[in-house]
T-cell receptor
């Protein structure tokens, strides 16, 4: 089965510019997560979706970050405007959403560099 | 909120020896403890997990132990091989599908 797909894999932008990341979860997975991984650190959750609903966005910096999952499948994470401190790898993960079979599987990530 | 601490931050072992990584967590509500392996520039890959209703789980050369009373869990890799070289992350959460809080990672180097 295909894994979590993310694009682009790499993105370099100047500060104050907008940027968007796209994620396609594993087929049939109802729960989708966006994590941010700073260099040398573990991933940190930004937002979690169950189908179309954002059920945990407490860690999302809402002044500049937004996310959507309109049809409960693909998701987009946007930053506008980007700041130097936003340089990181943005990881998408998905899980089946069934108790006992809800392990999280990660995509390859998008490495963002803000100059 | 949950806080996960992971030690050591780096670990160098000789091929064939064992490697042990330890994590502690703070939230007694956590019931799910996965371990991820991340090679340079690659995605984190789930290698083993344990839920709070068991104390130990083994899969070939890797095993995880959990002590809920002390709030700590460990990853054990036996007969290490060069391909085990990677960064390993522990994590904790109330359930697998909920928010996971990750430790800071352990860089493991297996020397041939």
């Amino acid at each position: 089965e295909a894994g979590v797909v993310q694009s682009p894999r790499y993105k370099i932008i100047e500060k104050k510019q907008p940027v968007a990341f796209w994620c396609n979860p594993i087929s049939g997975h109802n729960t989708l997560y966006w994590y941010r991984q700073n260099l040398g650190q573990g991933p940190e959750l930004l937002i979690r979706y169950e189908n179309e609903e954002a059920v945990d966005d407490s860690q999302l910096p809402k002044d500049r970050f937004s996310a959507e999952r309109l049809k409960g499948v693909d998701s987009t994470l946007k930053i506008q405007p980007a700041e130097l401190g936003d340089s990181a790898v943005y990881l998408c993960a998905s899980s089946l959403g069934v108790v006992g079979r809800d392990e999280q599987y990660f995509g390859p990530g998008t490495r963002l560099t803000v100059t | 909120g949950e806080n996960v601490e992971q030690h050591p931050s780096t670990l160098s072992v000789q091929e064939g020896d064992s490697a042990v990584i330890k994590c502690t967590y703070s939230d007694s509500a956590s019931n799910y403890f996965p371990w991820y392996k991340q090679e340079l520039g690659k995605r984190p890959q789930l290698i083993i997990d344990i839920r709070s209703n068991v104390g130990e789980k083994k899969d070939q050369r890797i095993a995880v132990t959990l002590n809920k009373t002390a709030k700590h869990f460990s990853l054990h890799i036996t007969e290490t091989q060069p391909e085990d070289s990677a960064v390993y992350f522990c994590a904790a959460g109330e359930a697998a599908g909920n928010k996971l809080t990750f430790g800071g990672g352990t860089r493991v180097l297996v020397k041939p």
